[in-house]
């Protein structure tokens, strides 16, 4: 069962059918794809990645959380650990990777550090692995700076689709 996680300002909610086209409309905006590959995604592979999300949760036991404000529902990003299998090698590719993005107007009010401060309490006591790892485009700095408050250490440099990534890791 996927659990759903309350903080102060946040709802972060088991994915839904209801929920595809809000998340659909997150990632066609040009704030949350600019630092992930660049360019929009096509509808059918966003519908094919929610249903990875899906089976993640059911296979793996861990995957991404649709966030919503608590004072209006609105949906205003997804956190969580997407199990995405990118070819870094020992280190990175056996460990759940840890994700955030969050609309342009939900950027800089602290809801990506709430969201993934509650979405990695729940991944420390859920014993699902011993790290997790992340990895981010040098040039976005709000999430590098994001990952070092929330205790990420960086790790190293490798290439994925062309562009070269800093990967973390956080150990539990």
Request: aromatic letters at 12%; charged letters at 20%.
């Amino acid at each position: 069962m996927i659990p759903q996680i309350e903080t102060e300002r946040l709802v972060l909610v088991p994915p839904a059918r209801a929920d595809f086209e809000a998340l659909a409309r997150l990632w066609s905006l040009p704030e949350v794809y600019r630092f992930i590959g660049g360019t929009a995604r096509p509808k059918a592979r966003l519908w094919a990645a929610f249903l990875a999300n899906i089976g993640a949760w059911t296979e793996m036991g861990y995957g991404m959380w649709p966030v919503k404000r608590r004072d209006t529902g609105a949906l205003i990003g997804q956190v969580g650990f997407p199990c995405a299998m990118r070819g870094h090698g020992a280190g990175f590719d056996e460990y759940p990777e840890a994700g955030w993005l969050f609309e342009g107007g939900a950027q800089g009010q602290g809801f990506a550090y709430e969201a993934m401060q509650a979405a990695l309490v729940w991944f420390n006591g859920a014993g699902v692995a011993d790290r997790c790892v992340c990895m981010i485009d040098p040039r976005n700095i709000s999430s590098m700076r994001l990952a070092d408050k929330l205790g990420f250490a960086k790790t190293r440099l490798s290439m994925f689709d062309g562009d070269e990534l800093q990967l973390y890791e956080q150990r539990v």
